[in-house]
């Protein structure tokens, strides 16, 4: 089974209301700026780190 090469980011809760800075900082830093912006990244751990410090803001699935 191989891996995606690409992950599909969504942006489903505001990173902006009662969020610290470093998690707005994240989500800004993965091309999210509004509520259902979407972002294709590459399949790397420092993404995978950056989508996991922000999981409850995201969805994110393989391409």
């Given at each position: 089974?191989?891996?995606?090469?690409?992950?599909?980011v969504?942006?489903?809760?505001?990173?902006?209301?009662?969020?610290?800075?470093?998690?707005?900082?994240t989500?800004?830093?993965?091309?999210?700026?509004?509520?259902?912006?979407?972002?294709?990244?590459?399949?790397?751990?420092?993404?995978?780190?950056?989508?996991?410090?922000?999981?409850?803001?995201?969805?994110?699935?393989?391409?």
């Amino acid at each position: 089974m191989a891996e995606a090469e690409t992950l599909k980011v969504k942006l489903v809760h505001s990173a902006v209301a009662s969020r610290r800075k470093d998690m707005t900082g994240t989500c800004h830093a993965l091309g999210l700026r509004k509520i259902n912006d979407v972002s294709i990244l590459p399949d790397n751990p420092s993404v995978r780190g950056m989508i996991f410090k922000v999981k409850h803001l995201v969805e994110a699935e393989e391409n």
